[in-house]
């Protein structure tokens, strides 16, 4: 899936996500139902931002009241789309958590006569997708720079777009400035719409930031509200990395950071995205890595490496482990030497190991970018550049 986000030209009518009636049609379209009659005064372009308002209106300490408030006020929006109109089914189907019932709200939308709508659905048009785009919505608008998608993400949270939100928290942590800003984006993703996919990149994102007692009570909180989800999921350290993964898989996330900083093509994102993932997820991430990582060389696996050691300097043994250019006496050597290296000597030396044979010829399956880049997607995120 490619990263999606607002082209410059369109950031000035953000405002107007899920709202706009459409070009050329002065009342029918999004507050308008099928034959374009009128809707109620309840339909109107601004319900969206006056959904949002009562959202906001919510605090983020009140953990136990945020889903059942949420629900209750998603159910209104249902009972809107319900008798035909088309910007509640427009901001159900871009929220809604299940690929399946977003796409039936989105077609139903794009019937009533949401452009919006229509160039949200998989399979849109490139026409459909402009003219969404054009309307603000900035899910529609392929670019090709990431920064203007940071640029969008933090516009659209700006208008209250739980979306928008969510991404330009995600954006942030991927970027390694998982601050304050990012964890208030966060926050407020959290209360305008605590589902699945916002309370996981919540958590991933309090834990990249080193706030692994809020990620955690965030996910036990909304399990017991009923957010599947995040039932048995923790903030644990995988060595150097704190990633939000399911309880039990501590070694598997240690192994996937490993993988991971070994690929001379990874960036932060790669870590981050774990915390997106369930376990079955998790385990095909390892398995992608895993074809996408030589095996030990037979000196390597030969070699006698002290616990301690592995554990100190994890991806560096790795590294001496695979590389098929040092023979035995080498591997012997460098094992050796690590502990009186300096940091700037381990960063040298794994970065020659790379270069000289970490690049791996695709097969023609899912690379682990690609699998990076479908969960984020996958989890109503902009993928970063």
């Known amino acids: 899936m490619g990263r999606r986000a607002l082209p410059l030209l369109a950031l000035g009518l953000v405002g107007s996500l899920a709202c706009d009636p459409g070009p050329g049609s002065a009342s029918p379209g999004e507050g308008a139902g099928e034959g374009g009659s009128s809707k109620p005064s309840a339909c109107a372009p601004t319900m969206i931002a006056a959904f949002r308002d009562q959202r906001l209106s919510q605090s983020s300490a009140d953990l136990e009241s945020l889903a ?14 319900e008798s035909g109109c088309a910007v509640a089914c427009t901001e159900l189907g871009r929220t809604h958590a ?3 019932q977003a796409q039936i709200l989105l077609g139903r939308a794009c019937e009533l006569g949401s452009p919006t709508a229509c160039g949200l659905r998989l399979g849109a048009s490139p026409e459909e997708a402009k003219a969404s785009c054009e309307a603000g919505e900035f899910l529609a608008c392929p670019v090709a720079d990431a920064p203007s998608s940071s640029a969008v993400a933090q516009a659209a949270c700006a208008d209250h777009d739980v979306r928008g939100c969510a991404s330009a928290a995600w954006l942030a942590c991927a970027a390694g400035s998982c601050d304050e800003r990012a964890l208030g984006w ?3 993703a959290l209360v305008l719409a605590p589902t699945a996919s916002v309370v996981s990149t919540f958590a991933a994102s309090y834990c990249a930031a080193g706030q692994g007692e809020r990620a955690d009570e965030v996910a036990e909180a909304m399990c ?3 957010v599947g989800e995040a039932c048995g999921r923790r903030c644990v350290q995988a060595y150097a990395a704190p990633v939000f993964v399911a309880e039990g898989q501590l070694e598997l996330a240690k192994e996937l950071v490993v993988l991971i900083e070994l690929q001379s093509a990874s960036d932060p994102s790669w870590t981050l995205a774990m915390g997106l993932m369930s376990a079955e997820a998790l385990e095909g991430y ?7 990582t030589p095996k030990p060389s037979e000196p390597g696996a030969a070699a006698k490496i002290d616990p301690a050691l592995r554990e100190q300097f994890p991806t560096l043994v790795a590294a001496i482990e695979r590389a098929p250019q040092l023979d035995a006496k080498k591997v012997r050597y460098w094992l050796k030497r690590l502990p009186d290296m300096t940091e700037e000597q381990r960063t040298n030396l794994l970065s020659s190991l790379r270069k000289q044979w970490w690049m791996i010829a695709e097969d023609g399956a899912t690379s682990p970018a690609d699998y990076v ?10 993928v970063p550049g």
Request: with cysteine; proline share 0%.
């Open 68 to 81: 059942s408030s949420y629900a209750e006020a998603r159910g209104g929006l249902e009972r809107e789309c």
């Open 98 to 100: 299940d690929l399946e």
């Open 186 to 188: 966060a926050d407020e």
């Open 224 to 226: 017991s509200a009923g």
């Open 286 to 292: 390892a398995e992608i890595l895993r074809r996408f």
């Open 373 to 382: 880049a479908q969960t984020i997607a996958g989890a109503g995120l902009l």
